[in-house]
């Protein structure tokens, strides 16, 4: 996202500033900054002021609490220059270090609800993902062969199913990448039911990569955080296999960084799946965050506000299983 200023002598007058003044108290930064937005257009701002730790934070860092002080989206490129530390005591920027993330709450209605299903229906033969096989659904006991075993006008059908653990709306556990990482029965339900969501909105971004600067404008602490992509309007078709977006190593790290508790696409896969390193995946499981991929509706869902909810069963020595992924929203807000 960010594009350093070349007038280093802007940068070294601010941090002159800041030693002139002295090292303690509280720091503030006036300064410029040309926004250029990746969907088009573009922001400016002159004598922009903003909380800051520390009197010689670096452009890079100061463009990122900018775009989340004013929680700008879909930003590509913020130049920084005009740059003036002020020691001032601070004002309450958002995103800033005085912004405790334990103490955000979130209001939860006490009216009527609402589910919102964010899966795919697992059908017979279906394709999740190019080169996997589908499920192979059929029965175990059919319902003519049970009336042979039951009181006369009682029958049951047991259903029986032969698929990858990769098929459909499916989340990953640590153990997916890591042999010595939590598997499917060793997920505490804390971290995969009744979550905090927050939308990340990058449908018509017009590029593939999901990076940082995506996410900077939310807050992602504790949360399940769903990347909506609109790559599911491609579900079942062949174009769903190719091109797919996905979450750079960048992003990753800042999630990670962030203490996300949970990150969900609507795509084929978090990772560009030319680079067989996985980085979205290493990143995220060896962090203990667990992936779900393959979600729908996501522009069905507020940006915040609503509680995600995606358990798979408790299966011991699997590290990927299919979810019914759902959000619950509070009627006022849908």
Known sequence: MNEHSDEQGDQRAGRQTGRQIGDGGQWRVRFDAEVTFGNGGGLQAQGFML???????????????????????????????????????HKGSRGTTDTAAGSRKTVRGTGGRRAVDLSHTIRHGMTTYPGLPGPEIGDHLSRDASREIYAPGTEFAIGRITMVSNTGT?????????????????????????????????????RRAVDRAALLPHDVTGRAVLIHTGWDRHWGTDQYGHGHPYVTTDAVAWLVEQGAALVGIDSLNIDDTDDGTRPAHTGLLAAGIPVVEHLRNLEQLPPQGFRFHAAPPAVEGMGTFPVRAYALLDEEEG
């Open 51 to 89: 909380d800051v730790p520390d009197a010689e934070i670096g452009d890079g860092e100061l463009a990122e609490l900018f775009v989340r002080h004013l929680g700008l989206l879909m930003v590509d490129k913020v130049h920084i220059s005009g740059r003036e530390a002020v020691r001032e005591r």
């Open 170 to 206: 499916y989340l990953d556990s640590p153990f997916h990448r890591f042999s010595g990482g939590h598997d499917l029965a060793g997920l505490p339900l804390t971290g995969l039911v009744d979550l905090d969501g927050v939308v990340v909105r990058v449908h018509d971004a017009g």
